[in-house]
T-cell receptor, first 112, second 119 residues
Framework: GNSVTQMEGPVTLSEEAFLTINCTYT??????LFWYVQYPGEGLQLLLK?????DKGSNKGFEATYRKETTSFHLEKGSVQVSDSAVYFC???????????FGKGTKLSVKP | GAVVSQHPSRVICKSGTSVKIECRSL??????MFWYRQFPKQSLMLMAT?????????EQGVEKDKFLINHASLTLSTLTVTSAHPEDSSFYIC???????????????FGPGTRLTVL
């Protein structure tokens, strides 16, 4: 079935370091892809999205490019801040039933 | 953007009691809402899809008699955990589909979640 595979955490970085969180998806159909962020004790917030191949989603310094050739949607940020500490979820949506599929989440901790 | 609220944010109850969690879309009418469960350090698991005015559609393995879902209006869906037990302790999150979002039916907005602890 359809799935999303996300790199396991936790990821610990120093402030201003470069961040990459990998996400790959099953290629069935033409899914839309999303990254969500969950701050401690809160619900999910949409961070960015891409609806077709080669689209780049961006928000708050984060970017992710929908790459069909590698079935990937890796999340990147050039310089992380302490306030970016959260859990990040990759999500796949597509198909007749919707397929509301989330990755397992990657916890990011940024140290000052 | 669209706002979804949940109430309560935290609830502690005794084993055997029932707990109701509300999910409201504050500035839009949501014909479809979703209920998720999140275990510690794990992803969200879709429990059910709630459609206004009709029965909820439950995912495989979710007990419909234990997790009662009611979507009586376009802005409110409720999840009732009946005869709660400690293993039901979890973080429950709802989301709502905003039909105004350019026709994309994947556009969901999430509530802040409800932490349920069953003693």
């Amino acid at each position: 079935g359809n799935s999303v595979t996300q790199m396991e955490g936790p990821v610990t970085l120093s402030e201003e370091a470069f961040l990459t969180i990998n996400c790959t998806y099953t290629a069935t159909g033409y899914p839309s892809l999303f990254w969500y962020v969950q701050y401690p004790g809160e619900g999910l917030q949409l961070l960015l999205k891409a609806t077709k191949a080669d689209d780049k989603g961006s928000n708050k310094g984060f970017e992710a490019t929908y790459r069909k050739e590698t079935t990937s949607f890796h999340l990147e940020k050039g310089s992380v801040q302490v306030s970016d500490s959260a859990v990040y979820f990759c999500r796949r949506y597509g198909g007749s039933q919707g397929n509301l599929i989330f990755g397992k989440g990657t916890k990011l901790s940024v140290k000052p | 953007g669209a706002v979804v609220s949940q109430h309560p944010s935290r609830v502690i109850c005794k084993s055997g009691t029932s707990v109701k969690i509300e999910c409201r879309s504050l500035d839009f009418q949501a014909t479809t809402m979703f209920w998720y469960r999140q275990f510690p350090k794990q992803s969200l698991m879709l429990m059910a899809t709630s459609n206004e005015g009709s029965k909820a559609t439950y995912e495989q393995g979710v007990e419909k008699d234990k997790f009662l879902i009611n979507h009586a209006s376009l802005t409110l869906s409720t999840l009732t955990v009946t005869s709660a037990h400690p293993e039901d302790s979890s973080f429950y999150i709802c989301s709502a589909r905003d039909p105004r979002a350019g026709g994309w039916d994947f556009e969901q907005f999430f509530g802040p979640g409800t932490r349920l602890t069953v003693l």
